[in-house]
Structure formats: structure tokens, C-alpha cells
């Protein structure tokens, strides 16, 4: 049948059949058609329906589902060629990079591939619940902790991710479904230094056009406790220590603010290798604090390992009358 517009397929419809009020054909007028042109729309009607056996579906026949067959059929008639010219290509073409192989692709496929860029697939969050990423040192990392993930698909698809453990350079579970959650049995580790360190990523599966892609790693690191704050008397013990009021992970010479209260001496306890350099008093014109060095005390650290703290101490003859600010530096 020759090809038509859609107003002149709508009108060649008109004239070559007839319909009640329900929109249902009763009548083909075949005094209306070149000869040609009938038989060609004879081929369309199979039991009152519009038929396509290479597209694989049929409907009934309406007016408006032959304006609708009509015109799909006539797009797909002049987009079935496929590209059979020069590759691969030697310049970008909006989604199109250079040396991508065109061959096979039919006219819309080029243009949807020229119009609409290819979206890599990415995570947009992945973490593991519960677990903090700094931790006092001495502390194990073990059992079946829960990951957690999204991913933003793109252009991809991607039905599983695969969990990695980039410490031990190991892959812990390969193919798990992409639902955004799985208990994961991890390989245990001491983080018994300041600074050390165990870190996992995912790694996302792409069938699309079967490439990896991984996550931002969940990294845990250990550090040491600085133990400080207002004390009624000097401690002696770990348990002592570290009932101190305040705390706070070292990483370096670093500086801290202890807040007195109402109370006269004051202790800090840091970690072995550390001093305290200086302090002042932030609410009395940054006059300066001394904190002497009082001695060791055995700390003992997340794990239960005994560590020498160095301990410091101020002592003022009279409660203050409201509570300050000492920052104290530490190396």
C-alpha cells in the first residue's frame, strides 16, 4: 500500500469503510480502492481484526486502532534499514563516543543513541549498619554485620552487586541480589594501632553492557581516647580514668576544651607518646593554665590491653564561680 499521512490514511479510511455509532466496521467499500490498494487492506483484516505477525499482536478493528496500525507500520517501514556505512566512528555525536561501532542499528536506534547520552550506573549510598567508622583502638571487627546500598541504575541494569573486602584484597560475597541490604560474615581484625585502618566496598554488576562499577569504600579506623574533665580527686585506675566527664578520639597534636564546672582540679589523661604542651582559660582573658604532669596510669583500651597514659592535673585554690573553658594543647 502506498505510503500515507496520517490525515490522508484517516481520510482513505473514511472512504473505505463504513461503522455504526459503536465504532465497529459494517461494511467495506471496495468501489473506492484501486485494485492494489483493496488487496493490501484485505491483508490487514483477519476475523475483524488488525493484524501484525511481526510485531506479534492483534486488535480489533476500529477506525482508530487502523489510523494507529497504519501509521506505526509506516514508521517502522522507513526506520527498518540498518546501518551498514563506515566504522567505527571518528567523532563524538552526543551520546555516541568516538570509535563506537554503529553497524546493525537501525535508523532510530542511531538517534535515540545520538540524542539520549549513556548514564553509567553509580552508587548513592553505601554503609553498614550499626557500625561507627572511628573506633577506640583495640577494638575487633567481626561476625555478620548488616551492608547497606542504593544505586542510581542510569542507563544500566544491574541485578546484583558483589561485597568486597579491600584490606584483605578479597572478594567476601560475589552476586548477591541488588535489593539494597545483606548480612554480610566479615573477616575479623584488631585495630590495635592509632590510624589502622579496615575498609570494604560493593561493586555493582552492569548487564546492560557488562561492566563493573564500585562504590565509595566504608573504611573503620582506630584511635586512642583522650580521657579529661573535672575530677574530686586524682585517679589511679583505668576504671578511674575513664569515668573522666569528657573524651575524645586523638588523632595528632590537637587542641581540646575542658569545661571545669564548678570544681577545683582538673585532670587529662592522653594517650602514650603525647604531652600536654600548654593550656589557657578562655573565660579569664586566656590567662594561662597549668597542668603538671602527675604520672603514668595503666589504661586499658577497647581490646583490654594495659596502656601507660601519661596524666595531667590543674588545681585552683577556689571553685570558680561559673564554669570555663580551658583549652589545652596537646602534642
Do not use: C
Amino acid at each position: 500500500m502506498p505510503k500515507r499521512t496520517v490525515n490522508q490514511l484517516k481520510t482513505l479510511t473514511d472512504q473505505i469503510i463504513k461503522t455504526n455509532n459503536n465504532g465497529e466496521i459494517t461494511a467495506v467499500k471496495d468501489n473506492a480502492l484501486r485494485k492494489n490498494e483493496y488487496d493490501s487492506f484485505l491483508n490487514l483484516i483477519d476475523g475483524g481484526l488488525v493484524v501484525d505477525a511481526e510485531a506479534g499482536y492483534s486488535l480489533p478493528i476500529t477506525p482508530t486502532n487502523l489510523y494507529a496500525f497504519a501509521t506505526v507500520k509506516q514508521v517502522q517501514d522507513s526506520a527498518g534499514a540498518v546501518y551498514a556505512g563506515a566504522t567505527p566512528s571518528n567523532t563524538a555525536v552526543g551520546g555516541i563516543p568516538v570509535g563506537f561501532n554503529p553497524t546493525g542499528l537501525t535508523s532510530l536506534q542511531l538517534l535515540e543513541k545520538a540524542m539520549v547520552q549513556y548514564i553509567n550506573p553509580s552508587f548513592s549510598f553505601f554503609g553498614i549498619t550499626g557500625q561507627p567508622q572511628i573506633v577506640e583502638w583495640g577494638t575487633t571487627l567481626s561476625g555478620t554485620p548488616t551492608f547497606a546500598w542504593a544505586i542510581n541504575s542510569g542507563s544500566g541494569t544491574v541485578p546484583t552487586v558483589d561485597v568486597l573486602d579491600n584490606t584483605a584484597g578479597t572478594v567476601l560475597l560475589a552476586g548477591t541480589p541488588n535489593d539494597g541490604t545483606q548480612p554480610v560474615t566479615i573477616n575479623t581484625i584488631l585495630l590495635n594501632t592509632n590510624g589502622a585502618t579496615q575498609g570494604w566496598a560493593l561493586r555493582g554488576n552492569n548487564t546492560n553492557n557488562t561492566t563493573t562499577f564500585n562504590s565509595s569504600p566504608f573504611i573503620v579506623t582506630s584511635r586512642p581516647i583522650v580521657f579529661f574533665g573535672t575530677t574530686a580527686a586524682t585517679p589511679t585506675t583505668s576504671a578511674q580514668v575513664r569515668a573522666l566527664p569528657q573524651n575524645a578520639f586523638y588523632v595528632s597534636a590537637a587542641v581540646i576544651q575542658l569545661n571545669t564546672g564548678t570544681g577545683i582540679k582538673f585532670g587529662v589523661a592522653v594517650p602514650p607518646g603525647s604531652t600536654v604542651v600548654s593550656a589557657i582559660d578562655l573565660d579569664a582573658s586566656n590567662a594561662n593554665v597549668t597542668y603538671t604532669l602527675v604520672g603514668n596510669i595503666s589504661v586499658t583500651d577497647a581490646g583490654g590491653t594495659a596502656r601507660l597514659y601519661p596524666y595531667y592535673e590543674a588545681n585552683i585554690a577556689a571553685a570558680y564561680a561559673f564554669s570555663h573553658r580551658h583549652n589545652i594543647s596537646i602534642s
